[in-house]
Structures are given as C-alpha cells and as structure tokens.
C-alpha cells in the first residue's frame, strides 16, 4: 500500500470522526432531558469497543508514518503517544472485561493528549514555535512545525490525533452519563 492512499484513508477516518464528534455533542446537549434512547444503549454495549477501536487505529497510525513512510517523529508527537499508547492497552483490557470505570481515567488521559495535540497543531498552522524552540534546535527531531501531510487543505498528523483523542472524550463522556 502507498504512502498516499494510507494518508487519504486516515484523513476520511479523520473527517468522519469529526462529524462524529459534532453529531455527538449535538446529541448530549438534546438528550439531556430524555430517557432511554438507541444511542445510550449502544454505547453502553459497544462504547468501550468503539474507544478501544479509535485508540488503536490512532496508535497504528502513528506507528505507520515513521516505520513505514519514514518520516521523523517531532517531539510533540512523542508526548501525544504518552498518551494515546496505553489507551489502546487499557481500553482493550476494559472491553474483555467490561470494566465501565475506566471512563474517566480515559478522559483525563485524552484531555491532556487533545491539549498537545491542538498546540502542535496551531504550530504546524501558525508556521512559528509560540514559547518553545524548534525541535530539532534543540536536537531532539525534526521541527514541530513541520508537515508531513495535509490533506483536504486542513488535515495534519496533529489534527488526526486531536480527532482521535475528542472521539475517545466523546464516547467515554457518553458512556460515563449512561452509567450515571
């Protein structure tokens, strides 16, 4: 498989990860006043799968782009995965297991990673460093503000890791209400 058409499949996993976002705070707001409905019974049953299945998909991407297209991993990338790793780990555990008291371990690990993902990705916008020298001055990586892809004019690595860490909030929040 090509570098491109492996960038283009993560982006539209990106695109629909972001309508599902919407579309899910959409929903939490709406259904604050309402019972029972598909949603939260889906998420209760699967919801832990689903977070297990976006952590995963997220961690092979990140694995893809060094090992496989060889590009350099910045030093803000490397603090994401601190992040998203174990979440694959711990959310598949969860999921054999069915432990619900997971959410809000998930959502704090998620919140910190979206923090770093959204500055990388304001930098990699932005074009300059705000408060932090360029990686690679310092002699750690290639420059954070560098990009390896953009797809559909907006999507970068941070922005797909910025999707995958909301998704996770997302359902982990829904799934934490459910259990509420």
Request: hydrophobic share 55%; charged share 10%; aromatic share 12%.
């Amino acid at each position: 498989m090509s570098v491109s058409l492996i960038s283009s499949t993560l982006a539209l996993l990106t695109i629909l990860g972001q309508a599902i976002i919407v579309a899910g705070i959409i929903y939490y707001f709406i259904s604050r006043k309402s019972g029972k409905s598909i949603v939260k019974d889906f998420l209760g049953a699967h919801g832990l799968i689903l977070a297990f299945l976006v952590a995963s998909v997220a961690m092979l991407g990140s694995l893809f782009y060094p090992e496989i297209a060889q590009y350099a991993v910045c030093r803000l990338c490397w603090y994401q995965r601190i992040f998203m790793y174990p979440q694959a780990i711990l959310l598949g555990l969860a999921a054999w297991r069915q432990d619900k008291n997971i959410a809000l371990y998930s959502i704090i690990l998620s919140a910190f990673g979206a923090l770093i993902a959204a500055y990388h990705y304001y930098i990699q916008l932005s074009g300059a460093l705000a408060a932090v020298p360029s990686c690679s001055a310092v002699g750690y990586s290639v420059s954070c503000s560098e990009r390896f892809i953009m797809q559909f004019g907006y999507i970068t690595i941070p922005l797909m890791s910025l999707t995958a860490f909301l998704m996770i909030i997302l359902i982990m929040v829904l799934q934490k209400k459910r259990l509420i």
